[in-house]
């Protein structure tokens, strides 16, 4: 079946620096690939859909400058956290259209920012 | 308003007992799907079943079920014979309209717990 890798599964680093997530579908090309956020003991929320080729649609209150996504090719997709700062620490999640009607989930990322 | 009604913040259910996670949807799209998907303390997301608007059975997928019934606008997670690793989040999402390339929306979760 479809297969959505993300990598890193968790990093920690350092205020003021970047990190970079990387969303890979595996055996399916993914025209839009979704990134989320969760808190903890929350839901999703969504923080921007991602398509190929094109900028990223930003859901309201997410700060674009911050939460850079590239969609250069059709199986990648990757979110870099600038400047990140403690209040960044969370769970990424990013999501892809398989075959049919089905979504497929990364397995996240956890970031620590210290 | 909210989409997904999730109205369950925490379910206990001894193993090898059958159990019912609700989830209640708001739209007027004709055309909408429902998901299920079980996460884990580890954090990924696991998608388990299925059920289209247009669909006239009710979804199966070995141990899940939903009981979709579309009048009420509910979509309930039915997991037979519960096993100590359904223990976990599990989050009703839909999916409206017809553009399969659009993003969903996601209910608060219910937390099961499976007693041994």
């Known amino acids: 079946g479809a297969v959505v890798s993300q990598h890193p599964s968790w990093v920690i680093c350092k205020s003021g620096t970047s990190v970079k997530i990387e969303c890979r579908s595996l055996?399916?090309?993914?025209?839009?690939m979704f990134w989320y956020r969760q808190f903890p003991k929350q839901s999703l929320m969504l923080m921007a859909t991602?398509?190929?080729?094109?900028?990223?649609?930003?859901e309201q209150g997410v700060e674009k400058d911050k939460f850079l996504i590239n969609h250069a090719s059709l199986t990648l997709s990757t979110l870099t956290v600038t400047s990140a700062h403690p209040e960044d620490s969370s769970f990424y999640i990013c999501?892809?259209?398989?075959?049919?009607?089905?979504?497929?989930f990364g397995e996240g990322s956890w970031l620590t920012v210290v | 308003a909210q989409k997904i009604t999730q109205t369950q913040p925490g379910m206990f259910v001894q193993e090898k007992e059958a159990v019912t996670l609700d989830c209640t949807y708001d739209?007027?799209?004709?055309?909408?799907?429902l998901f299920w998907y079980k996460q884990p303390s580890s954090g990924e997301m696991i998608f388990l079943i299925y059920?289209?608007?247009?669909?006239?059975q009710n979804a199966t997928e070995g141990r899940y079920s939903l009981n979709f019934q579309k009048a009420r606008k509910s979509a309930n997670l039915v997991i037979s014979a519960s096993q100590l690793g359904d223990s976990a989040m599990y989050f009703c999402?839909?999916?409206?309209?017809?553009?399969?390339?659009?993003?969903?929306?996601f209910g608060p979760g219910t937390r099961l717990s499976v007693l041994p």
């Open positions: 991602s398509n190929e080729g094109s900028k990223a649609t930003y």
């Open positions: 999402a839909m999916r409206e309209g017809r553009n399969y390339g659009q993003n969903f929306v």
């Open positions: 739209t007027s799209d004709q055309s909408y799907g």
């Open positions: 059920q289209g608007s247009y669909d006239e």
């Open positions: 999501s892809a259209r398989g075959s049919g009607n089905t979504i497929y």
């Open positions: 055996d399916f090309q993914a025209t839009t």
